[in-house]
């Protein structure tokens, strides 16, 4: 059972505009949502992450944005840039899993056109 | 700092053969160390972790296992190849009680392709 659910599959946006990914989950335990970055045949980076006490966590041109009562979680970059193309995972995790196992989503690949 | 590094970067085995996979975090200790694989184009599955020397879980029944002979190592093995073994391999780390626990951190990846 998919304990992290990811839409789309695949994005693609002008230079300039909105990228959005969204992410929702089912385990009331999950206090922790990090997003990775992974490029064409390199490990995944982390990205950004946030936890439950707020609702919103900015970094540069990314944004998370969290609603806790919906379970759900999304990305945001704005003024996405071709350099932005990439694949893009959520992640959950509780304190009360397997000492820091992360349940990640399908991924997002986001093209960026110039 | 810490870092992790894979090798190899890249390999080609024929079906039936063995696999040795290696994985080693730096500027840390008692790291916890997953094996991750990724089929082409798609997510990540989480095979093995392991939260010290000699303790290993597996989470998906397989004809690959794992070993930690020394604190920062982690090996991913296989005794006779498969096809669908071919994929991306994945080792990443975290840790206990130094930031976000949760917070995994991956290596560079081993390409591995069975002919």
């Known amino acids: 059972q998919q304990q992290v659910k990811q839409s789309p599959q695949s994005l693609i946006v002008q230079k300039g505009g909105i990228s959005i990914i969204n992410c929702a989950y089912e385990?009331?335990?999950?206090?922790?949502f990090p997003w990775y970055q992974q490029f064409p045949g390199k490990g995944p980076a982390l990205l950004i992450a946030?936890?439950?006490?707020?609702s919103e966590k900015k970094e540069g041109r990314f944004t998370i944005s969290f609603n806790k009562s919906a379970k759900q979680f999304s990305l945001h970059i704005m003024d996405s840039q071709p350099g932005d193309s990439a694949t893009y995972f959520c992640?959950?995790?509780?304190?009360?899993?397997?000492?820091?196992?992360?349940?990640f989503g399908r991924g997002t690949q986001l093209t960026v056109w110039p | 700092s810490q870092t992790i590094h894979q090798w190899p970067a890249t390999l080609v085995q024929p079906v039936g053969s063995p696999l040795s996979l290696e994985c080693t975090v730096e500027?840390?200790?008692?790291?916890?160390l997953y094996w991750y694989r990724q089929a082409a184009g798609r997510g990540l599955q989480l095979l093995f972790y392991?939260?010290?020397?000699?303790?290993i879980s597996s989470e998906v029944p397989q004809n690959l296992s794992a070993s930690r002979p020394q604190d920062r190592q982690f090996i991913l093995s296989s005794k006779k190849l498969l096809l669908s073994d071919s994929g991306f391999y994945l080792c990443?780390?975290?840790?206990?009680?130094?930031?976000?626990?949760?917070?995994?951190?991956f290596g560079p990846g081993t390409r591995l392709l069975v002919l």
């Open positions: 990443a780390w975290s840790t206990l009680g130094q930031g976000p626990q949760e917070t995994q951190y």
């Open positions: 385990n009331t335990a999950f206090d922790y």
């Open positions: 946030i936890r439950p006490d707020v």
């Open positions: 992640a959950a995790s509780g304190r009360g899993s397997t000492l820091g196992r992360l349940y």
């Open positions: 500027g840390t200790s008692n790291p916890n």
């Open positions: 392991s939260v010290g020397i000699g303790q």
